[in-house]
C-alpha cells in the first residue's frame, strides 16, 4: 500500500510481479518451517528433546542454506525472471530491484520465518506473535522511511522487509534462547543419526510446500498474460485486486484454518458431534465475514483502489467493476477454503489436494485466461467466481463418487457418521495419586455398565491411573496448576479413553516403566500387549493422548 502511494500504481504492479519469484525464495523456509515445528512437538511429547533439537538444527541449516545459495546466483536468476514475466522498461527495472534485494536478504528472512515456528511449539507463543508482528510493524515503518526520505525506490521497499525481520529476529531470537521454558536447543551434530525424525518432519512440510509451488506456477501465468496481452497499466490496475486478495485470503483463511486444530483433536477423539458442531459454527462465521466484506467491496470499491495508490483516470472505473465482480467470489472461496481445512484434517488428503489443486492452477488458470480472452480485463474476475463454484461442484461430486465406490464414509459433505454411540465418562482431574484413583473407580463403573470384558476393564482403569500419574509427576512445570481432562467412551467395537491436559510438551505413553519414579502399577505395560492403538499429539498448546481398543464384539455386547 505505502509503495503504491509513494511510487504509483506502476510500483504496486511490480510488486505483485516479484511475488512468484519471492515464493521460490521462501520455499525452504516454509517447507522446514511448518514440518519441522510439528516434527519437533512430537518429538518432545515423546520426551526426545535431543531429536527435537536436531530437526530444529537440521532445519536452521537447510532454511539457511537454500537462500543463501539463490542469493549467490542471483545476478543471474533476477535477470532472467524479469525476462520471464515480460515486463520492460521502468516496471521491468522495479521488479529487477525488489527481487534482487529481496533475494539477498532471503537468509535472514529464512531464519526469522523458521524460528518463529519453533518457538510457537517450545512453550512461547506469545513471542512467536510478537515477532511477526514486530517486522511487520518496522516493515511498514521502514518502507514509509526508506521509499519517502531516500533514492532507493523500490530497493528501499524491500530492504524495509528485511530489516523488518532483522530487528524482530534480534529482540525476540535471544529472549527465546535465555529463556528458562525453552526446550528445544539446535544441535547440528549427528544429524545422520536422526535421519528417520528429520525425513518425517520434512514429508510433514510437504503439502505447505505444494500449495506454495501451485500457487507461483498459477500467479506466473496469469502475470504473464496479463502484462503481454494487456499492458502495464492493466497488470497495475491488476494487482491492486491481486493483493486486496491477499489481506481477504489471510483474513478469511484465519477463520477457516480453525478446523485444522479443533476439528483435528474431535476426530482423533472419534468425537463426530463435536466436529459437526465446529464445523457448522466455522461455516456461519466464515460466510458472514464473507458476506460483511463482500458488501464492502460492492458498496465502496474505490477505497482499495485508493488504499494501493491507482488513480488512473481512464482504467479506473473498469478496476471499479472488476472489484465488484471479483468480490462475489468470496462466499465460493470460503466453502473451498473450508473443504480443503477440513478434508486435510480428517485424513481425506486425496480431496485435499484436490480442492487445492482445482482451485490454485487446474481451474483457476484456464477459466480467468478464457475471461481474459473474451471479456478483457473484467472477465479475469469472472474466471475467479467460475473457477471457485466449479471447484466447489467437482469436489462434492468427486466426494459422492468416492463415497459411493466406499472409499470415503457414507455420510453427506463431512464425512463422517453421524456420532458416537455409547454413554461416556468425563471429568476433570489435577492429576493427584487420589484423583488416579478416583478415575480409576469411575472407569471400573462405566466398563460394567457397558458390558465391557472384566480384565480388559481392570487392564484400561490401572493404565489410566498410571497415565494420570505420569502427567501430574511429569507434564508441568507448576505444581500448583495442573487440569486434566478424561473421557471414556465407546464407538462400535471400540474403546477410546481420551486425555487433554495444558501442561508442557508430554507423552505419558512413551514414558518408560523403569524411569517411574514411584511404585509401577504396570496397567500401562500390560495394556500394551493388547489390540491397542496409541496416539499422541500437540495441538493449540494442549497435550492430546488417545488410546483406542479393539475389542470383540461379544465382549461388548456381553
Not at 12 to 21: I, M, R, T
Not at 62 to 87: E, K, N
Not at 340 to 351: P, S, V
Not at 519 to 532: E, P, Q, R, T, Y
Request: aromatic share 10%.
Amino acid at each position: 500500500m505505502i509503495v503504491g502511494n509513494l511510487l504509483g500504481s506502476i510500483a504496486n504492479g511490480a510488486v505483485s510481479a516479484s511475488l512468484p519469484f519471492v515464493y521460490l525464495l521462501q520455499a525452504a523456509a516454509f517447507l522446514l518451517a511448518a514440518g519441522g515445528s510439528v516434527g519437533a512437538a512430537v518429538s518432545l511429547g515423546r520426551k526426545d528433546a535431543a531429536s527435537a533439537g536436531k530437526i530444529m538444527g537440521f532445519c536452521i541449516l537447510a532454511g539457511i542454506a537454500y537462500p543463501l545459495i539463490l542469493a549467490v546466483l542471483s545476478p543471474a536468476l533476477v535477470p532472467a525472471y524479469v525476462g520471464f514475466t515480460g515486463a520492460e522498461g521502468v516496471q521491468g527495472e522495479m521488479i529487477h530491484d525488489y527481487s534482487q534485494v529481496y533475494a539477498l536478504g532471503m537468509p535472514v528472512i529464512s531464519f526469522v520465518l523458521i524460528m518463529s515456528y519453533f518457538m510457537n511449539i517450545d512453550n512461547h507463543p506469545s513471542w512467536s506473535a510478537g515477532m511477526n508482528i514486530t517486522a511487520n510493524a518496522v516493515n511498514l515503518a521502514m518502507d514509509y522511511l526508506l521509499v519517502k526520505y531516500t533514492s532507493l525506490g523500490m530497493k528501499g521497499a524491500a530492504l524495509s522487509t528485511v530489516l523488518g525481520y532483522l530487528a524482530a529476529g534480534c529482540i525476540f531470537i535471544p529472549m527465546y534462547f535465555r529463556s528458562s521454558k525453552r526446550m528445544i536447543t539446535p544441535a547440528f551434530k549427528g544429524l545422520r543419526d536422526s535421519r528417520k525424525p528429520i525425513a518425517m518432519s520434512v514429508k510433514r512440510g510437504l503439502p505447505t510446500l505444494s500449495f506454495l509451488l501451485m500457487t507461483v506456477i498459477g500467479m506466473s501465468i496469469i502475470n504473464k498474460s496479463v502484462l503481454s496481452s494487456l499492458g502495464a497499466g492493466y497488470y497495475s490496475a491488476y494487482a491492486v485486486t491481486n493483493n486486496t486478495q491477499a489481506i481477504v485470503t489471510m483474513l478469511l483463511n484465519g477463520i477457516t484454518s480453525v478446523i485444522a486444530s479443533v476439528a483435528g483433536v474431535l476426530y482423533g477423539e472419534k468425537d463426530y458431534f463435536g466436529m459437526r458442531a465446529v464445523l457448522s459454527k466455522v461455516l456461519k462465521i466464515s460466510l458472514t465475514t464473507g458476506a460483511v466484506i463482500t458488501a464492502i467491496f460492492l458498496a465502496v470499491p474505490q477505497l482499495f483502489a485508493a488504499m494501493y495508490g491507482f488513480r488512473d483516470p481512464e482504467l479506473l472505473p473498469e478496476l471499479l467493476r472488476g472489484i465488484r465482480i471479483f468480490s462475489l467470489s468470496f462466499g465460493f472461496f470460503i466453502l473451498n477454503s473450508v473443504a480443503q481445512n477440513y478434508y486435510r484434517t480428517i485424513g481425506q488428503t486425496f480431496l485435499s489436494v484436490s480442492v487445492t489443486a482445482l482451485e490454485l492452477l487446474i481451474l483457476k488458470v484456464p477459466f480467468m485466461l478464457a475471461g481474459l480472452r473474451l471479456f478483457g480485463f473484467t472477465g479475469l474476475y469472472a474466471g475467479i467466481i467460475f473457477s471457485e463454484l466449479a471447484t466447489f461442484l467437482l469436489i462434492n461430486l468427486l466426494r459422492i463418487i468416492l463415497q459411493k465406490a466406499g472409499k470415503v464414509p457414507q455420510k453427506g459433505f463431512p464425512a463422517i457418521p453421524e456420532r458416537g454411540d455409547g454413554e461416556i465418562m468425563d471429568m476433570t482431574v489435577t492429576g493427584s495419586d487420589a484423583d488416579a484413583v478416583d478415575v480409576s473407580a469411575r472407569m471400573m463403573q462405566y466398563c460394567r455398565s457397558e458390558k465391557i470384558d472384566e480384565r480388559e476393564s481392570v487392564i484400561l482403569a490401572l493404565a489410566a491411573e498410571e497415565l494420570i500419574s505420569n502427567i501430574g509427576l511429569h507434564g508441568y512445570t507448576d505444581p500448583e496448576h495442573k487440569e486434566i481432562d478424561i473421557c471414556l467412551s465407546r464407538d462400535g467395537d471400540s474403546l477410546f479413553l481420551r486425555l487433554r491436559d495444558d501442561g508442557i510438551p508430554f507423552d505419558p505413553t512413551a514414558y518408560s516403566s523403569d524411569e517411574h519414579d514411584s511404585s509401577d502399577l504396570n496397567g500401562l505395560a500390560l495394556l500394551k500387549k493388547m489390540n491397542v492403538r496409541m496416539s499422541y499429539m500437540r495441538v493449540i498448546n494442549l497435550n492430546h493422548t488417545i488410546i483406542e481398543i479393539q475389542c470383540k464384539k461379544e465382549q461388548i455386547n456381553g
